[in-house]
């Protein structure tokens, strides 16, 4: 058996927000962890479709991305948006 080669292996304490909420198109469950890692952006964890993407805001103004992260519709990606605008 060979050695295992890590690229890192570092412990990080987090805030993470648990955030549930019904819109006009979807309901959605978010994890959304803050850490020190990753430039200021937050992991944005979709708890309903397992999906997760690392956001920023300069992710939620690139065109397309959160419908293709989450891989949701415009107008869920849109309802999702609003919130993120808020929070990140």
């Known amino acids: 058996m060979s050695e ?3 690229l890192y292996d570092e412990k990080d304490h ?7 909420f019904a819109g006009e198109h979807a309901r959605y469950d978010f994890a959304l962890m803050q850490t020190d890692r990753y430039y ?4 944005v964890i979709n708890l309903q479709g397992n999906t997760y ?3 920023g805001r300069d ?4 065109p397309g991305y959160i419908e293709y992260a989450f ?3 415009e ?3 849109a ?3 609003e919130f993120l605008y808020e929070v990140i």
């Open 4 to 6: 295992r080669f890590f």
């Open 14 to 20: 987090t805030i993470t927000r648990f955030v549930s």
């Open 40 to 43: 200021g952006k937050q992991i």
């Open 53 to 55: 993407a690392i956001i």
């Open 59 to 62: 992710d939620l103004d690139e």
């Open 71 to 73: 891989n949701m519709s």
């Open 75 to 77: 107008k869920e990606a």
């Open 79 to 81: 309802e999702l948006k």
